[in-house]
């Protein structure tokens, strides 16, 4: 497997792996998303290629304070093959690399299958709620 950050042309496909695996919501635009996130210093995309093929990716981000995971996904065909453990391993790397001292993330409620992978991997739910606002 092949890890590298993504770039420009990675787009359209990493919006269809995001798409396909359930992480889009009607109300957030993931080709915004991804832009955003390539326009910036402290966050990056990273993808995971295997046989030349896109098979997974995560998006981190650092705010100054914690580090942040979004969009971690895996190719429907290539799941249970340790492609989101090594990209969540990457990302903590990146991110410890840029001085985090924290990585947080939000799973939904109702996703048990999530839950269960990040408890796995070391993730502890946090006595905390979220609260947001959409800026116009």
């Known amino acids: 497997m092949i890890i590298r950050p ?6 359209d496909a990493v919006v269809a792996l995001w798409r396909d695996a359930g992480l889009t919501r009607p109300w957030n635009d993931p080709g915004s998303d991804f832009d955003l996130a390539l326009a910036n210093p402290t966050s990056t995309i990273l993808l995971a290629y295997r ?4 098979a997974g990716s ?3 981000g650092f705010d100054g304070h914690r580090g942040w ?4 996904a895996s190719a429907t065909r290539q799941r249970g093959q340790g492609i989101a453990r090594r ?3 990457e990302a903590e790397i990146w991110l410890a690399q840029l001085g985090c001292p924290r990585v947080r993330l939000m799973v939904r409620t109702d ?21 947001g606002r959409t800026l116009d």
């Not at 993504?6 to 787009?11: K, L, Y």
């Not at 995971?69 to 971690?72: E, I, P, R, S, V």
């Not at 996703?111 to 609260?131: M, P, R, S």
């Open 6 to 11: 993504a770039g420009v042309a990675d787009r």
């Open 51 to 54: 046989n030349g093929d896109l």
């Open 58 to 60: 995560v998006m981190a």
């Open 69 to 72: 995971a979004y969009y971690l």
């Open 87 to 89: 990209l969540m391993a």
């Open 111 to 131: 996703n048990l299958a999530a839950k269960g992978f990040y408890a796995a991997i070391g993730y502890e739910e946090q006595d905390v709620i979220t609260l």
